[in-house]
């Protein structure tokens, strides 16, 4: 699996790596992608409210995405023949998953007590039983944007706090409140307090009713043509997972606010092996409207609502969705059946004045409809998705992985996405980032051949039939990765290169021409029994027009002891421009997406403190300056900043009772 491609310090205090873990999977795009933060914060959730691995379904263990479909049928496997798993050691026992799958489980699971009946418990229990968890966070700069002195409507201190209840497995609720920098509080459009907001209550194991969430949530079935609205996974992911189709529903608990529906979602088992998903959602979303201020011009994501015009755009359209799902697993197959209509109170109406946007989703009433299947055996597992929707085109994706031996897997990924398909809530594996306008095939490894050595390679084909943002017509991309990791004793080292190639207008517009990429890695990382020191470099070359290198040096030193760590990062980087930028994992606060990317010529550094004050509060803390060498001044626009560094403090605070 990839994931134990990465290395795992052997010590216990240093063991709770699973983010620098979940950063060592990421390239640039993923760094830069939303999805990819919406990931990282559900494996926050997840690790912060455990899976009980003795009541757990294959369901619930397919939310982790280091896990392919052969080791949830291993383990699962395993569970019914034992009766139960006592001990992390028993996760080492199972035939596909070694000790760094097992490590990186162990971090996500508790071994809960004895099962008891498919019954919710009593109010009184809840009650009493339950436990709460209250997290805020403020972010304070110590500088001003343009837009602080005259546009922003808002102070410029960024905040949120978040609310979660639970009582066991069964019942969960909550509630997050969120704020950008510059968004107005208690005033305006915002009088109720702050800008976002999110609540929800789940469910589960009650009888034949599998999962219930009311509020809002968050959907995925099969390989995601049809309805992913929760995990985002890149292509290093992809060999981690191995194809894995995924039917599960979420409780939205994250500060993204364009991927959520918003209502109720609830899976019945109908017989053994049988289940049926059922959802309905209305809500409302931000537009940028046409001239005719009737019809919808383009749908927003960010979320950012600072200025008077952003403000007149929010939550300006409201749209509704109803699906269902239904899914059969007879053991080592599985069959499912997802369909969705959509609707909106306004008319998409896009502009199609260029080329590249004349495919994209038009009118008030779309549908899909797909079907999804799979098969696991001992080496060879299956899975794939066909789907069809308004304009009747057909997209599929298909995969096939082996395991050749105990040390060698393959796996191959085929997928057909016509620029005539276009789901409005489809996310899956490509390379151009949707699930529209591409064909290709994807081909990859995982390679062991020795004691703590593991190899990683891929090679990606892809060919865009219809012209796209910066390409014209017809274009082409390959890209290519090899990634070797070596760990012996406290020392872990890894490299990696990756070789991108994608068709693109040239500066005069006349013809495509391909932009290449090289990207390299070297890091080494030592833990000792308190001290950990890690050491990356981090080099790129973009030649498209003109040549563009990059290199980054970084250095990290975190050190634990008892109930504190402290984490020191330094990292010098010098880039010819944009093309050549590059990113690197920094330790931060909890469910802060902490992956900055890097552009020019200067310095950051960061240090991050944590302090755990008894067995009910967790305080945290994080100060981080980026110095510029080659401009008086950082940003555009209203982000302007009029100084050549800017210095950020965050402070967070959990509780729990």
Known sequence: MLWTTLPTPLHAQQRETWAEYFSRTGQLEDAESA????????????????????????????????????????????????????SPLELRMIPSMDRQDADMLEQFIFFGAEASADTLPSWRHIIRHGRHQLTTLVKIPFYRRDGDRNGY????????LRYAFSAGPRIKAGFVAAQDAGEPFFAGKNAAGYDYYTLYIMVRDAGRLRNLVLGRYRLRFGMGLVMNNSFGLGKLNTLAMLGRTTNAVFAHSSRSEANYLQGAAATYRIARGLELTTFASWRKVDVTLNADSTSIATLLTSGYHRTARELRRKRNASTALWGGHFGVNAGRFRLGTTAIYASFDRELRPDVSRRYRQWHPAG??????????????????IAGETATGTRNAVATLNTVS???????????????????????????????????????????????????????????????????????????????????????????LLARYRLRMREQDNPGHSALTYKREHRGRLAATYASHHWTAKTQADLACCHFAQNSLGCMITENLGYVHRRFRLHATVGYFHTD????????????????????????????????????????????????????????????????????SMTDMELQLRLQL
Not at 46 to 56: M, P, T
Not at 65 to 77: G, V
Not at 595 to 613: D, K, Q, V
């Open 35 to 86: 999805h990819w933060e919406q990931t990282y914060d559900e494996l926050c959730e997840l690790r912060a409210h455990k899976l009980d691995i003795n009541r757990c379904s294959r369901e619930d263990l397919q939310r982790l995405p280091f896990l392919s479909d052969r080791q949830i049928m291993d383990l699962m496997e395993y569970r019914d023949r034992a009766g139960r798993l006592e």
């Open 153 to 160: 409507l808002g102070y410029p201190y960024k905040h949120w």
């Open 364 to 381: 008030r009433r779309f549908w899909n409809v797909g079907m999804d299947y799979g098969y696991v055996s001992g080496r060879l597992t």
């Open 402 to 492: 082996y395991r050749l031996c105990s040390n060698l897997s393959f796996m191959a990924l085929q997928r057909y996405y016509p620029y005539q398909y276009y789901p409005l809530y489809g996310q899956s594996f490509s390379d151009g980032g949707a699930v529209n306008n591409e064909s290709g095939v994807y081909l990859g490894g995982v390679w062991m051949p020795a004691a703590g050595v593991n190899v990683l390679f891929y090679t990606d084909a892809a060919y865009f039939a219809w012209p796209r943002y910066r390409a014209s017509q017809s274009s082409h991309s390959w890209d290519n990765l090899v990634q070797v990791t070596r760990d012996r004793g406290p020392w872990s």
């Open 577 to 644: 421009d944009y093309n050549s930028r590059l990113y690197t994992y920094e330790p931060g606060m909890l469910h802060e997406f902490s992956f900055p990317s890097f552009w020019g010529h200067g310095i950051r550094y960061a240090l991050t403190a944590r302090a755990e004050l008894g067995r009910h509060a967790l305080v945290l803390a994080k100060i981080a300056t980026t110095d510029y060498f080659d401009r008086s001044q950082i940003g555009s626009g209203l982000q302007t900043i009029r100084a050549s």
